[in-house]
């Protein structure tokens, strides 16, 4: 008799449970994997684009101190001055941000800024407005570096909404002065608000206040927008568990699920912000610790975990700092859904623009290099079906951290 395809659930949630071996057998793999994962390093961690011959000139960004900054921009400032006096008007050279000028290196396992640039003319109906707005961030940037203090993307944003007009503005063209100024854009003293949080194994010392993190209760600690007031970090934690949504971070802190299994859970409630792609890559290069990611079975949340490895390409000049290389893809896969035998009321049918975003996907060279990664979007995109990581909770409310997730690491089914 053939196997049922997870019609009615079978009896998944039962059978699986059997198979569970003792916390202290997969603890143990657990170890083994994590004591690899520290000998091994962090892949690529201490090569950069200077290191490659590449074929194409690609531009990077570093990070800069505030006196470094402002002198930047003065620089800037005296230059376009000096165009001005000569009769050649106001421009900015700005880097070109499109998709068009971006470059997936393997060797780093990230996306990367090529070198072309375009003109930013005022004498120009097309760009005046945008070479105004550069001009007032460039003014605001400079005096927060002066002051030595930090603001909102928000804050910033209404210190003059008659000329941002909305905030998209401003938030686009702060990412170009940063390109601009070759700094990062956490050096420009402006922060996004507070949206990621941590909870789990995890002690840190944030502006000189003691935190631990399994002291935190189910909402987590949030993720500070200043990455660089967290210092002394402390974990005996075996890996780092970045979970997609709210939903699922919540369940297992409630069930206590790192004391069971010592981990970290981090999530972003979504699409990764800044904060957290910087709080994840400080975690793995100072505790030296694996990454598992766990996401919904459908192309956007294959897309989530793609930005915290290889980086976005809206911020492809700053992918350096904010990419976490060699997140291991624990679930939820689409080959979970008939594995763990996922009932059809669970699973959800792909939308045209779903399947197009997977077809999309399969073209992207960060899913090609692994022909595992390749296969699974392969398989969703055929089925035309997706899957959040509640369907898991058609079985118990706690199995995703009673079950699953420990079948998971017994089995080391990640990719």
């Known amino acids: 008799m053939a196997p049922r395809r997870g019609g009615d659930g079978g ?28 000998r091994a390093g962090i892949r690529g961690e201490k090569r950069s684009l200077s290191d490659l011959a590449l074929e194409e000139s690609c531009r990077e960004v570093a990070e800069l101190g505030s006196g470094e900054v402002k002198e930047e921009i003065e620089k800037l400032v005296l230059s376009v001055t000096k165009s001005i006096l000569q009769g050649q008007g106001l421009a900015y050279t700005v880097p070109s941000r499109t998709s068009a000028n971006q470059l997936y290196v393997e060797e780093l396992d990230r996306i990367v800024l090529k070198d072309k640039t375009s003109i930013r003319p005022f004498a120009s109906s097309s760009t005046v407005k945008k070479t105004a707005i550069t001009t007032r961030i460039l003014e605001l940037v400079h005096q927060l570096c002066s002051k030595q203090i930090h603001v909102t993307k928000r804050d910033l944003f209404y210190t003059d909404v008659k000329l941002f007009t909305e905030q998209a503005q401003s938030d686009t063209v702060l990412d170009d002065v940063s390109c601009m100024l070759g700094c990062t854009r956490t050096s420009l003293n402006v922060v996004a608000s507070e949206k990621g949080v941590v909870v789990g194994r995890l002690v840190f010392v944030e502006d000189g206040d003691r935190i631990d993190c399994t002291k935190m209760g189910v909402g987590g600690k949030a993720i500070p927008p200043n990455i660089d007031k967290i210092q002394d970090m402390e974990s005996d934690a075996l890996f ?68 915290y490895m290889s980086g976005s390409k809206n911020m492809s000049y700053d992918s350096a700092s904010l990419t976490t290389p060699d997140i291991k893809w624990l679930g939820v896969r689409p080959s979970d859904l008939d594995k763990y035998r996922i009932p059809q009321q669970c699973r959800l049918p792909m939308s045209e623009l779903d399947v197009k975003t997977g077809r999309d996907l399969l073209e992207e060279d960060f899913i090609k290099k692994d022909p595992r990664w390749y296969q699974e979007l392969e398989l969703m995109v055929k089925n035309k079906e997706k899957a959040e990581i509640q369907a898991l909770s058609s079985f118990g409310f706690q199995y995703l951290s009673e079950v699953y997730l420990p079948m998971k690491l017994q089995e080391r089914d990640w990719i």
């Open 240 to 307: 780092i568990l970045l979970v997609e949504k709210d939903a699922a971070f919540m369940r297992l802190a409630e069930d206590r699920f790192y004391n069971r299994f010592p981990c970290v859970i981090v999530t972003a409630k979504g699409q990764p912000d800044v904060a957290t792609r910087l709080f994840l890559r400080k975690m793995k290069m100072e505790l030296r610790l694996p990454v598992l990611g766990l996401v919904d079975s459908d192309p956007y949340g294959l897309k989530i975990l793609s930005v």
């Open 11 to 38: 009896n998944a949630g039962g059978e699986l449970p059997k198979r569970l071996k003792t916390d202290g057998a997969i603890l143990q793999t657990i170890k083994d994997f994590a004591e690899a994962t520290a």
